[in-house]
């Protein structure tokens, strides 16, 4: 997980007593995620992981060099008819002590039971939204993130619809827009329509998003260059309990185009869409090829199954994604690829043997492939036998092989060997 950006705790915990102090008869929960852990393996470096760089491409069981904490606080309550929840989610996420590793994840209101439309969910603020995942890569194939508002649970045509407007209001880095980066100001509005009539035992999903770049660049000669426009679509498939095997199977058919990104949220405003390492500064020389770049497409396609038979069960994947770059002068692809899978067997209800393993493969235009495999295996001690029955508590040993492209390109893998272990404990929860 990335770091959010910094803030402060003391204004984190001064939100969160506002908000859980509440109605007279507000009814408090919480729900969250961490997983911490430390090793040591290659180079005897604790946070040496290994994985390429893109979507997909991580396999995390032993192989996750922080620490992430979310702990979402939420305050229910009714006032009349209305019924309002109030959610502050502060979050830290990295491998320091540093106090810029905290932020603000969430803080969201929502409410329901208006009288012109009392199934209908309203909500405005900063929140995850739109989620889908991928587990043992910790991959979102959906993830509308961000700060804005919307409505939800609209039903009509057999199904619900939701509505939900992004704003991003700042570009990255404080830069207006940064060059280097390619982030910039710019709305977005998403569209989702869901339904179980599809087929038995079947949910359907589909989901659209449109932005709109405010950002306006002035090259070189003076000439001024507009930040392209994007849009998205994803296909999302969900078969309960396929071949009654005690799980299911997601498959995510997914399109993009410009500024907006595969998982439904932003990309970038200029150059191409960041996802093979080779970003573009805007031309110096005059060339405004950078007003055509809304034509760069990237498309995915995904499927994860995962089952539970008795004490066994996991998840498989198989992921390939493909990305354009239209510099006029020298445009390429990038595809990446997967496939893999975690599996788990309890001898008791509380201890498994957890094993995961995976090839990645990353191909950058006319460059040589980069390959690479991971393997762990897992001695657990958990509260169920289930595949995601958590807490764990795990000892790791992990083992990974790489090619000399994979350790040239970009990837944070040491270049003098092409092989490298780690072994090491790590907690997992989730409620």
Same mark, same amino acid.
């Given at each position: 997980?990335?770091?959010? /950006?910094?803030?402060?705790?003391?204004?984190?915990?001064?939100a969160?007593?506002?908000l859980?102090?509440?109605?007279?008869?507000?009814?408090?929960?919480?729900d969250?995620?961490?997983?911490?852990?430390?090793g040591?393996g290659?180079?005897d470096?604790?946070?040496?992981?290994?994985?390429?760089?893109?979507?997909g491409?991580?396999?995390r069981?032993g192989?996750e060099?922080?620490?992430?904490?979310?702990?979402?606080?939420?305050?229910?309550f009714?006032?009349?008819?209305l019924?309002?929840?109030?959610?502050i989610?502060?979050?830290? &996420?990295?491998?320091?002590?540093? &106090?810029? *590793?905290?932020?603000?994840?969430?803080?969201?209101l929502?409410?329901? $039971?208006? *009288?012109f =439309?009392?199934?209908?969910?309203?909500? !405005? @603020?900063?929140?995850?939204?739109?989620?889908?995942?991928?587990?043992?890569?910790d991959?979102?194939?959906?993830?509308?993130d961000g700060?804005?508002? $919307?409505a939800d649970n609209i039903?009509?045509?057999?199904g619900?619809?939701?509505?939900?407007y992004?704003?991003?209001?700042?570009a990255?880095?404080?830069?207006?827009?940064?060059?280097?980066t390619?982030?910039?100001? &710019?709305?977005?509005?998403?569209?989702?329509y869901s339904?179980?009539n599809?087929?038995? @035992?079947?949910?359907?999903?589909?989901? &659209?998003?449109?932005?709109?770049?405010?950002?306006?660049?002035v *090259?070189?000669?003076?000439?001024?260059?507009? @930040?392209r426009?994007?849009?998205s679509?994803?296909?999302?498939?969900?078969?309960?309990?396929?071949?009654?095997?005690?799980?299911?199977?997601?498959i995510?058919l997914?399109? =993009?185009q410009?500024?907006?990104?595969l998982?439904?949220?932003?990309a970038?405003?200029?150059?191409?869409?960041?996802?093979d390492? %080779?970003?573009?500064? /805007?031309?110096?020389?005059?060339?405004?090829?950078?007003?055509?770049?809304?034509?760069?497409?990237?498309?995915?396609?995904a499927d994860?199954?995962?089952?539970?038979?008795?004490?066994?069960?996991?998840?498989?994947?198989?992921?390939?994604q493909?990305?354009d770059n239209?510099?006029?002068?020298?445009?390429?692809?990038?595809?990446?690829?997967t496939?893999?899978?975690?599996?788990?067997?309890?001898?008791?209800? %509380?201890?498994?043997?957890?094993?995961?393993?995976?090839?990645s493969?990353?191909?950058?235009?006319?460059?040589?492939?980069?390959?690479l495999?991971?393997?762990?295996?897992?001695p657990t001690?958990?509260?169920?036998?289930g595949?995601? *029955?958590?807490?764990?508590?795990?000892?790791?040993y992990?083992?990974?092989?790489? %090619?000399?492209a994979?350790? !040239?390109?970009?990837?944070?893998? /040491?270049?003098?060997?092409?092989?490298? %272990?780690?072994?090491?404990?790590? !907690?997992?929860?989730w409620?």
């Amino acid at each position: 997980m990335k770091s959010l /950006p910094p803030v402060s705790l003391r204004a984190c915990a001064i939100a969160s007593a506002l908000l859980l102090s509440g109605a007279a008869h507000a009814q408090f929960s919480t729900d969250g995620y961490f997983r911490a852990g430390t090793g040591a393996g290659t180079k005897d470096n604790s946070v040496q992981c290994f994985a390429l760089s893109g979507d997909g491409l991580k396999y995390r069981l032993g192989n996750e060099c922080d620490t992430y904490v979310e702990v979402n606080l939420k305050n229910t309550f009714k006032v009349g008819d209305l019924q309002f929840s109030g959610n502050i989610m502060p979050v830290w &996420a990295g491998s320091g002590t540093s &106090a810029s *590793d905290a932020g603000l994840g969430q803080a969201f209101l929502e409410g329901s $039971g208006f *009288d012109f =439309a009392p199934k209908v969910n309203f909500w !405005a @603020g900063k929140r995850y939204y739109g989620r889908s995942e991928i587990h043992i890569t910790d991959t979102k194939y959906t993830q509308l993130d961000g700060t804005g508002a $919307g409505a939800d649970n609209i039903e009509a045509l057999g199904g619900k619809f939701g509505v939900a407007y992004f704003r991003r209001d700042t570009a990255k880095n404080g830069a207006t827009p940064p060059a280097d980066t390619g982030w910039g100001t &710019a709305s977005r509005v998403n569209l989702e329509y869901s339904t179980n009539n599809v087929n038995p @035992g079947g949910w359907l999903r589909i989901l &659209a998003g449109f932005v709109h770049s405010e950002e306006t660049y002035v *090259d070189g000669t003076g000439n001024t260059i507009d @930040g392209r426009k994007g849009a998205s679509l994803t296909i999302q498939h969900y078969q309960h309990n396929l071949f009654e095997l005690g799980g299911g199977n997601t498959i995510w058919l997914q399109y =993009a185009q410009g500024s907006s990104g595969l998982n439904g949220g932003f990309a970038k405003a200029f150059n191409n869409p960041g996802t093979d390492g %080779n970003d573009w500064v /805007p031309d110096q020389t005059g060339n405004n090829w950078l007003e055509d770049h809304s034509t760069a497409k990237n498309y995915r396609i995904a499927d994860t199954f995962t089952w539970q038979v008795g004490a066994f069960g996991g998840q498989v994947l198989a992921h390939l994604q493909e990305s354009d770059n239209v510099h006029p002068t020298s445009p390429f692809k990038t595809r990446g690829t997967t496939v893999g899978g975690r599996v788990a067997y309890a001898f008791t209800t %509380n201890f498994k043997l957890v094993g995961e393993a995976g090839v990645s493969t990353k191909k950058v235009g006319d460059n040589d492939t980069q390959r690479l495999t991971k393997f762990t295996i897992a001695p657990t001690l958990a509260t169920g036998t289930g595949f995601s *029955d958590r807490p764990e508590l795990r000892l790791f040993y992990t083992r990974a092989n790489w %090619n000399d492209a994979a350790a !040239a390109g970009g990837n944070g893998l /040491p270049t003098d060997k092409t092989s490298g %272990n780690r072994y090491g404990v790590q !907690a997992e929860i989730w409620w």
